[in-house]
């Protein structure tokens, strides 16, 4: 319907093109390979088995001793680095493309699945595809300013035909009142009650993950759960939205890591129970996910069982269809496991013959794509206007108008009608052409942007041919005024070095203690000494870039003055000491007056604890709160000062600008090529210096006590912050833990294995300190990609720690 001369080719959807499945194979490393047994290709794309006659009665029923399997590539002793390069790097890479991708480990328990998916926690070298998946997920994102990209993850476990959700004890999540269900919609499948997490860092993915990891391990020991018997899906859902609003196109795309259920087959016989229930879902869905990929495979089908357990439902859009879809399949080396280890290499290569066609998820905003029509509307709506009074104007009403009007063309400019309009303007404003014609509005208004473009690019001009002659510094980089002011080349207000208010006050190169009568060719403007120069060739002008290496970046902050120095000293002083931990077992607390039966309201113990514990720390919170008052203050008047200043001057330039006007009407007097006037155009000239003085001297001032207030909030909320989490502490050990358990609790108590001090327990903040700066020796080798990694482990640990000390306390308590 929408015409889109210019769309962007890449959002549009590529089809046909269909892919088979990507078959991968993974060894977990033994001492004990069976050479004899497994052989691979020399392409490490095949794998052999052979079984010996002996072994074989025991093992299988039929006669074959030998099978080869062609895989897309076989990992042995490959590193966690090789396997994601190998495995998941393209389907991570399309998925920011807009194509669903899924990756599934498939095989016996114990053979590396975990591994392969998660990888390690404690090492960040042994982490696995789902912590890389998310990094490069970030890295690509950043390497796409002109998207934005949105990103949410999601950990669902099916154990029994159940589904989990592995990140619901996110506080913000809350338990779902409802259990799970699996629906399908138009735009796929969704779990409804699972919950989606926005993350918009690597690092909050990362503790995403690290949460889902340690609730299932919880779940194993609470639940009683096997965790190799149930699948584990996690999701990471991309959405990229242009940043360009008249793009209303975006793509949305998901990319499943699928940790899956251990494929043994469990004998059912003798076992019952929990045992018997496990091992029938695990046959079961393992085999339905074989069955819907066989049906998958074969390209008559027209039904695909989806529907015939969880697993298979839940990943109903993300097997075959539209995907990048890669199978890895991890065995064991040994010669022992060598049953499972066929039937796992059966399973690899039935998967291989499905086909998918991997497609981008593309969509349509709305809303954008309301504005966009509606904006289109309103040109045509104006054009309609300008051509019906046009016409009326011109011609009396006759059917020929009506013809003539169907010609008139409706369609945005093309990249080529642009270009021409681009060289109309550049002629008409050269002068070799006289006037550009006007055809329609679209093509009024190409012009006047054609103007602008042209002007812009002319200015740009301009600004690299001074760059090229000058060193232009900016005007409010004091350090590099007065870089130039100390090398002495230039005067204070010198040209060069620009005016606080952006209006050139040309006054030359000259000093101004150059004597009133001796100034010479002292009004000619900035760009007039610029043109007057360029044109003599090889004059050198008076601050040449090669002379002076002033940076033309932006503003930099001074170093601080003395004074500065003092007051930042005795803020970090403060803030030190504010930070250090307050003697949580003081004498006082040994003196505390017997324990009331009823805790007294929270906001009147405050006020007990500010005079009593906390005094301390009140006393540093008010103190800082004074101190950020009174620069708070201080900064108010300097900008009050500033603004009577710039009004000075204001004041002072116009009647300099009179005195100017006045002498040119005059008449000017020369004396030798020198300028003179008058003495009260010289007096006016040396108070506009003094106040442009007075300006950058307050406004430097302003900037430091800027930056100082900034610094002081900051100590603020800290001493705040640090005030109510001491006062909880408190609160909670005068009036509801027990005296015996504090007692227990302090040092040299009988504290638990596990057990936080009370007093440490608020200020796990601390600890993550500690344990971070050692983390980081460790990691040091690893480069700073390992950084976001270990934060986020240090925090969920902590987290669960927390939660498991104020859990103890609670039973402590009730006992
Ligand atoms: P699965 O999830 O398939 O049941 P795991 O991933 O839990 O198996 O692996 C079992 C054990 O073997 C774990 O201790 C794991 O660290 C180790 N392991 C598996 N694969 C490898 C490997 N490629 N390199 C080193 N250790 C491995
Ligand atoms: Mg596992």
């Given amino acids: 319907m929408m015409r889109r001369k210019n769309g962007n080719k ?7 093109t269909r892919k088979k499945v990507h078959t991968f194979v993974r060894v977990k490393p033994t001492d004990d390979f069976a050479h004899e047994m497994i052989k691979y290709g020399d392409d490490n794309k095949s794998i052999d088995i052979h079984l010996k006659k002996d072994t074989r009665r025991g093992v299988v029923n039929n006669q074959q001793t030998d099978w080869s399997f062609k895989l897309d590539g076989v990992l042995h002793n490959a590193s966690q680095d090789l396997v994601y390069e190998t495995v998941a790097k393209d389907v991570v890479a399309q998925a920011l493309d807009g194509y669903n991708g899924t990756i599934m480990c498939y095989g016996q328990t114990g053979a590396g699945k975990t591994y392969t998916m998660t990888g390690t926690t404690e090492n960040y070298k042994h982490r696995g595809i789902l912590p890389r998946a998310l990094q490069q997920v970030f890295r690509m994102i950043e390497e796409r300013p002109t998207h934005a990209i949105t990103v949410r993850v999601s950990y669902l476990e099916i154990y029994n035909e159940s589904l989990f959700d592995l990140l619901s004890t996110l506080p913000y999540v809350g338990p779902s009142v409802t259990p799970m269900t699996i629906v399908e919609n138009p735009q ?99 085999s339905f996910l074989e069955q819907a990929i066989i049906a998958l495979g074969d390209q008559k089908r027209e039904h695909i069982p989806f529907r015939q357990c ?44 499905v086909t998918t066609e991997p497609a981008i998820n593309e969509k349509y905003d709305a809303e954008r794509m309301v504005k966009n029509l509606e904006k289109e509307l309103a040109l045509l709506k104006q054009e309609l206007a300008i051509h019906d009074s046009i016409w009326s104007s011109l011609t009396c009403s006759s059917s020929s108008s009506k013809a003539n009007r169907t010609l008139v063309n409706y369609d945005p400019m093309d990249e080529i009608q642009i270009a021409e309009i681009n060289s109309q303007v550049r002629r008409y404003l050269e002068g070799t052409l006289d006037e550009i014609d006007i055809i329609n509005l679209r093509q009024i208004q190409e012009v006047f942007n054609q103007f602008r473009v042209v002007l812009s690019q002319q200015e740009q001009e301009v600004e690299s041919a001074l760059r090229r002659k000058y060193t232009l510094i900016d005007k409010n980089d004091f350090a590099a005024i007065s870089a130039v002011q100390k090398a002495g080349l230039v005067d204070v207000d010198g040209h060069l070095v620009g005016e606080p208010d952006g209006q050139g006050f040309g006054l030359g190169v000259t000093p101004f203690s150059a004597k009133p009568g001796k100034k010479s060719k002292s009004k000619k403007t900035f760009k007039e000494q610029f043109s007057s120069s360029a044109r003599k060739e090889g004059a050198s002008s008076p601050v040449s870039g090669k002379e002076l290496d002033v940076s033309t970046s932006k503003t930099q902050l001074t170093p601080s003055s003395k004074e500065g120095d003092v007051k930042d000293m005795t803020i970090r002083e403060r803030e030190t000491s504010s930070i250090e931990p307050l003697p949580s077992d003081s004498p006082k607390e040994e003196l505390r007056p017997p324990r009331p039966s009823t805790p007294p309201p929270k906001p009147v113990a405050f006020e007990d604890f500010k005079n009593e514990r906390g005094s301390e720390i009140n006393r540093i919170f008010k103190e800082n709160k004074s101190i950020l008052n009174e620069r708070r203050k201080r900064a108010s008047e300097t900008t009050q000062r500033i603004n009577a200043i710039k009004r000075e001057m204001d004041v002072t330039k116009e009647a300099l600008n009179f005195q100017k006007s006045l002498r040119e009407k005059q008449g000017e007097y020369e004396n030798k090529g020198l300028m003179i006037i008058d003495e009260e155009e010289f007096l006016l000239i040396l108070k506009l210096k003094d106040l442009k003085k007075q300006y950058r001297t307050e406004y430097q001032d302003l900037r430091d006590l800027r930056a100082e207030i900034q610094y002081c909030q900051h100590l603020v909320d800290q001493c705040r912050h640090r005030l109510l989490t001491e006062f909880d502490i408190w609160y909670n050990e005068s009036f509801f833990i027990p005296e015996d358990l504090q007692v227990a609790l302090k040092p040299g108590g009988s504290i638990r294995p596990g057990m936080v001090p009370v007093s440490r327990i608020m200020s796990l903040g601390e600890d993550a300190q500690d344990k971070f700066s050692q983390l980081q020796q460790v990691l040091l080798p690893e480069g700073p990609d390992s950084v976001a990694f270990y934060n986020a482990k240090v925090k969920t640990e902590q987290k669960h720690n927390y939660l498991k000390t104020m859990m103890g306390l609670q039973q402590a308590h009730r006992k």
Avoid at 10 to 16: A, E, V
């Fill in 10 to 16: 890449r959002y549009f959807t590529r089809m046909g």
């Fill in 188 to 286: 796929g499948v969704f779990i409804k009650g699972l919950s989606v997490h926005l993350t918009s860092q690597e690092e909050d993915a990362f503790s995403l993950l690290f949460e889902g990891e340690t609730n299932r391990i919880i779940a194993s020991h609470t639940m009683n759960k096997n965790s190799s018997r149930s699948h584990c899906i996690f999701t990471i859902y991309v959405e990229a939205h242009s940043r360009t609003l008249s793009d209303e196109k975006y793509i949305t795309s998901k990319i499943n890591l699928v940790d899956l259920a251990g494929s043994e087959r469990l004998g059912k016989s003798g076992s019952e129970g929990r045992v018997l229930k496990e091992a029938t879902y695990i046959n079961k869905s393992l």
């Fill in 310 to 353: 969880k697993l298979t439902h839940a990943l109903k859009d993300s097997l075959g269809g539209n995907c990048n879809m890669v199978l890895l399949t991890n065995i064991y080396g040994e010669a022992a496991q060598l049953e499972e280890t066929l039937s796992s290499l059966r399973f690899a290569s039935r998967m291989k013959l």
